[in-house]
């Protein structure tokens, strides 16, 4: 599987991006897609998660309300529409696939559950 993420860039407190995700090289219903981010100087973490194959989905508590992840399952991608962004939103943005469990929950918060990882998008949200 190849994961390829765009749409990161430069916002404005208060503002909007949205993510993409896309995957090729295995049926996309057969594995969760997860979206991690990693701040300068921190671990990185779980942000949120989507399965095709059951559609459990999960949000890092700090995201809920603001985020919104969605696939569409023609086009083999993923999205992470995200809203009222803050500055400490600015991180790396990652999108990872899961072959392994294929759906979503808490555990989508961990590294080691992914087995497929894309290179990274940079948000930088400036206040």
């Not at 569409?72 to 469990?101: F, H, I, R, W």
Request: proline share 2%; charged share 20%.
């Amino acid at each position: 599987v190849q994961l390829e993420e765009s749409g990161g860039g430069l916002v404005q407190a208060g503002g909007s991006l949205r993510l993409s995700c896309a995957a090729s090289g295995r049926a996309f219903s057969s594995y969760s897609i997860a979206w991690f981010r990693q701040a300068p100087g921190k671990e990185r973490e779980g942000v949120s998660c989507i399965s095709s194959s059951d559609g459990s989905t999960w949000y890092k508590d700090s995201v809920k309300g603001r985020f919104t992840i969605s696939s569409d399952n023609a086009k083999n991608t993923v999205y992470l529409q995200m809203n009222s962004l803050k500055p400490e939103d600015t991180a790396v943005y990652y999108c990872a696939g899961d072959s392994v469990l294929s759906t979503c929950g808490p555990h989508s918060d961990y590294d080691e559950v992914h087995d497929y990882w894309g290179q990274g998008t940079q948000v930088t949200v400036s206040s």
